[in-house]
């Protein structure tokens, strides 16, 4: 088996900051060390605050992302109304109305994850349309997002390092799925940084299938739809883990209109893509097989306490304590 970092997901917004250890280095350090962690995955909100975080412990990021964005990438007036909304509320979603100073956003973001330290970054390939939320019907298909991917990914490239691992996130939405190896060798292929690779997330894949019931059928379907990506197993480089069984909910929300407001959007995402650590030690055979150099336990805690008790769940799961 090859090294395998085990790490935490991270956003350092200053509330995340004081609400999970109280602004304090010391609080950071016994977390990270007391759960026996290599470090993080950091989602660079701010520039590294060194008096709070060391880069020693940053081991990657996880880019900033929209998960509307393809109507305002292509500046296409009547999906950003449908969408989004008005002038106001496009200026207030992306922070311009300007794509190329969005760019510049981006931009700022993976310097600022470069210059943290990390030596990966996370790259969401994924659109969700509000009005087709909770129905799952898009009026955009995986193979359009893949190729406005590349695209934005092209347009941002000079900004990464060639020593630095791009990898590519998988989501539910259409884009990447996993589910379409095809669509990945497309991906691989015509992005100009030639050193990515996939952080294969098990919660959104499980969020692929509405008919997985508890965890040992969400292991077997992770570990079969691995199988089927063949040579491509090669480039799953990381894995962000967790589960979810939302099948039934999804299914009771189809027939459900989805407003466009953000509590209402984040509540039914939260209440498909649950975050909650593996508990059957069956998830063992995803590491044996997958082999994966960066292993994150990616939750969304709701205090310390919940933290460190999520990840002693899966840490125990896993075998790890």
Same mark, same amino acid.
Request: with cysteine.
């Given at each position: 088996?090859?090294?395998?970092?085990?790490?935490? #997901?991270?956003?350092?917004a200053p509330e995340e900051i004081n609400r999970l250890f109280g602004g304090k280095k010391e609080n950071l350090v016994s977390f990270i060390e007391g759960n026996n962690l290599d470090g993080m995955e950091l989602m660079a909100c701010e520039p590294l605050q060194e008096d709070f975080l060391e880069r020693r412990y940053v081991k990657g990021s996880h880019l900033i992302f929209w998960p509307t964005w393809f109507g305002f990438w292509r500046q296409d007036e009547e999906r950003l109304r449908r969408d989004i909304g008005n002038d106001e509320a496009v200026r207030y979603m992306?922070?311009?109305? #300007?794509v190329r100073e969005w760019l510049g956003f981006w931009r700022d973001n993976i310097r600022r994850s470069v210059e943290a330290g990390a030596e990966?970054?996370?790259f969401h390939i994924a659109e969700s349309e509000p009005s087709a939320l909770s129905s799952r019907q898009f009026t955009v298909t995986d193979e359009e997002i893949v190729g406005a991917s590349v695209?934005?990914?092209?347009?941002?490239?000079?900004?990464?390092?060639?020593?630095?691992?791009?990898?590519?996130?998988?989501l539910w939405w259409p884009g990447l799925t996993l589910l379409k190896p095809r669509l990945m060798e497309k991906l691989l292929e015509s992005v100009r940084h030639k050193n990515c690779g996939f952080m294969m997330d098990t919660g959104h894949l499980m969020n692929t299938n509405l008919e997985l019931r508890n965890e040992a059928e969400s292991v077997d379907y992770v570990l079969d739809i691995y199988r089927r990506l063949?040579?491509?197993?090669?480039?799953?480089?990381?894995?962000?883990?967790?589960?979810s069984q939302s099948g039934e909910y999804v299914k009771a929300m189809m027939s459900k209109?989805?407003?466009?407001?953000p509590g209402e959007i984040f509540e039914y995402i939260r209440n498909v893509d649950r975050h909650l650590p593996f508990r059957t030690t069956d998830v063992k055979r995803i590491l044996e097989e997958v082999q994966p150099e960066y292993l994150v336990h990616e939750f969304l805690p709701k205090s310390?306490?919940?933290? #460190?008790?999520?990840?002693?769940?899966?840490?125990?799961?896993?075998?790890?304590?």
């Open positions: 088996m090859r090294h395998m970092l085990e790490l935490f #997901n991270f956003a350092n992306y922070g311009t109305e #300007n990966y970054l996370v695209e934005l990914v092209n347009s941002l490239c000079n900004e990464i390092p060639e020593d630095c691992l791009l990898l590519f996130e998988n063949g040579e491509l197993q090669k480039y799953v480089r990381g894995i962000h883990l967790h589960q209109h989805i407003g466009k407001g310390t306490e919940d933290w #460190n008790m999520k990840l002693a769940v899966q840490r125990h799961a896993l075998g790890l304590v």
